[in-house]
């Protein structure tokens, strides 16, 4: 059964840092792009951040560049979320999402989801 779960989820004060990790049972995730995603209340469901299965490209949502890293550990089949400097905006259940395809944020383009991780930035 192909899975992936999130954790790494909490609350963190303004400025703080959280890791979140995506686990892969059932595949590899070496051989899909990964893509970072969250969904905030009211809110669609936003791409945050991708590593493509090819060549590992990276992409950042605008939001986010120069905060947060994405990472991949072939060993452990995880890929990782290092979220650095958060604000009260970046609050959202965040997900991480697999596809045979290269990056995206488009949510169709993605053939396997987790259930997702609450973030909440909150003094």
């Known amino acids: 059964q192909l899975q992936l779960v999130e954790s790494g989820g909490g609350l963190v004060q303004p400025g703080g840092s959280l890791r979140l990790s995506c686990a892969a049972s059932g595949f590899t995730l070496d051989y899909y792009t990964i893509g970072w995603f969250r969904q905030a209340p009211g809110k669609e469901r936003e791409g945050v951040s991708c590593i493509s299965k090819s060549d590992g490209s990276i992409y950042y949502a605008d939001s986010v560049k120069g905060r947060f890293t994405i990472s991949r550990d072939n060993a452990k089949n995880t890929v990782y979320l290092q979220m650095n400097s958060l604000k009260p905006e970046d609050t959202a259940v965040y997900y991480c999402?697999?596809?045979?395809?290269?990056?995206?944020?488009?949510?169709?383009?993605?053939?396997?989801w987790g259930q997702g991780t609450q973030v909440t930035v909150s003094s």
């Open positions: 999402a697999a596809a045979y395809d290269y990056c995206s944020n488009y949510v169709s383009k993605y053939d396997y």
